[in-house]
């Protein structure tokens, strides 16, 4: 792992809980031992994350049409739909128990076989909170692709499946990601930032969720390329205020 340029927003004192791991068993849904939980298993209304060969990614999903959305492109302005399409029922897994507040997540993205026809997304989650038909939280992500359909995000989730609010979005070729990458996600107070190879790539400031869980997340329908992206290492660290 490269060094962090997110180094600069942590703080001089041990986080108050931390979690790394390569992803060493082959687990469906991912547990190593109930420190995981899951989208399907756990939230009922979404989807779980897989490990197996020393990487972790999406189950495939439940939904059958693509996502569609204004911001993408393949759906017009002008569109009578156009509200984002899909249920976004995005692979989820948070790590359970009590967290720190701040956190700083960081991973290595695993990408083969990269496609524009799909949106392969790899996201690290901060402040999330799930039970059963609930999760929120916020999901710092980009797009596995380096060209200019590439972007990175940062989204919102508000309670029940299909509610998300976006907060901050770039697109090109440099926000974009491909295998081998370095992505970290912070957030301090309500600065959320969003990192690749060590440069800052998005921020934003929100207020409405203060606390929760960090986990890791993919997009939801790729159809059968959600084996072709994830994560071979994920850390995390958490500290309070």
Same mark, same amino acid.
């Given at each position: 792992?490269?060094?962090?340029?997110?180094?600069?927003?942590?703080?001089?004192?041990?986080?108050?809980?931390?979690?790394?791991?390569?992803?060493?068993?082959?687990?469906?849904?991912?547990?190593?031992?109930?420190?995981?939980?899951?989208?399907?298993?756990?939230?009922? *209304? @979404?989807?779980?994350?897989?490990?197996?060969? #020393?990487?972790? $990614? &999406?189950?495939?999903?439940?939904?059958? !049409?693509?996502?569609?959305?204004?911001?993408?492109?393949?759906?017009?302005?002008?569109?009578?739909?156009?509200?984002?399409?899909?249920?976004?029922?995005?692979?989820?897994?948070?790590?359970?128990?009590?967290?720190?507040?701040?956190?700083?997540?960081?991973?290595?993205?695993?990408?083969?076989?990269?496609?524009?026809?799909?949106?392969?997304?790899?996201?690290?989650?901060?402040?999330?909170?799930?039970?059963?038909?609930?999760?929120?939280?916020?999901?710092?992500?980009?797009?596995?692709?380096?060209?200019?359909?590439?972007?990175?995000?940062?989204?919102?989730?508000?309670?029940?499946?299909? *509610? @998300?609010?976006?907060?901050?979005?770039?697109? #090109?070729?440099? $926000? &974009?990601?491909?295998?081998?990458?370095? !992505?970290?996600?912070?957030?301090?107070?309500?600065?959320?930032?969003?990192?690749?190879?060590?440069?800052?790539?998005?921020?934003?400031?929100?207020?409405?969720?203060?606390?929760?869980?960090?986990?890791?997340?993919?997009?939801?329908?790729?159809?059968?390329?959600?084996?072709?992206?994830?994560?071979?290492?994920?850390?995390?660290?958490?500290?309070?205020?």
């Amino acid at each position: 792992m490269t060094a962090s340029a997110s180094a600069a927003v942590i703080p001089d004192r041990p986080p108050v809980r931390s979690y790394r791991t390569d992803f060493p068993l082959n687990e469906n849904p991912i547990s190593e031992g109930g420190a995981w939980l899951n989208g399907r298993k756990d939230a009922i *209304d @979404w989807i779980d994350v897989v490990s197996a060969d #020393g990487y972790a $990614y &999406g189950e495939v999903s439940r939904m059958t !049409v693509a996502e569609r959305r204004v911001e993408q492109s393949n759906l017009a302005p002008e569109d009578d739909a156009a509200a984002p399409v899909g249920d976004y029922d995005d692979p989820t897994a948070i790590l359970a128990g009590a967290w720190g507040r701040n956190q700083h997540g960081r991973a290595r993205v695993y990408s083969k076989n990269p496609t524009d026809e799909y949106f392969q997304e790899v996201q690290i989650r901060l402040r999330h909170n799930m039970r059963a038909n609930f999760c929120d939280g916020y999901e710092v992500f980009c797009r596995c692709l380096k060209s200019d359909e590439a972007y990175a995000e940062i989204v919102r989730w508000n309670g029940v499946i299909g *509610d @998300w609010t976006s907060l901050a979005r770039q697109e #090109g070729i440099e $926000y &974009g990601v491909q295998h081998g990458d370095i !992505v970290e996600a912070t957030i301090f107070g309500n600065r959320i930032a969003g990192y690749i190879n060590g440069v800052e790539a998005i921020s934003v400031v929100d207020d409405v969720v203060t606390g929760g869980a960090p986990g890791i997340g993919f997009n939801f329908y790729v159809s059968t390329t959600n084996v072709d992206h994830g994560f071979s290492h994920f850390e995390v660290d958490t500290w309070d205020d």
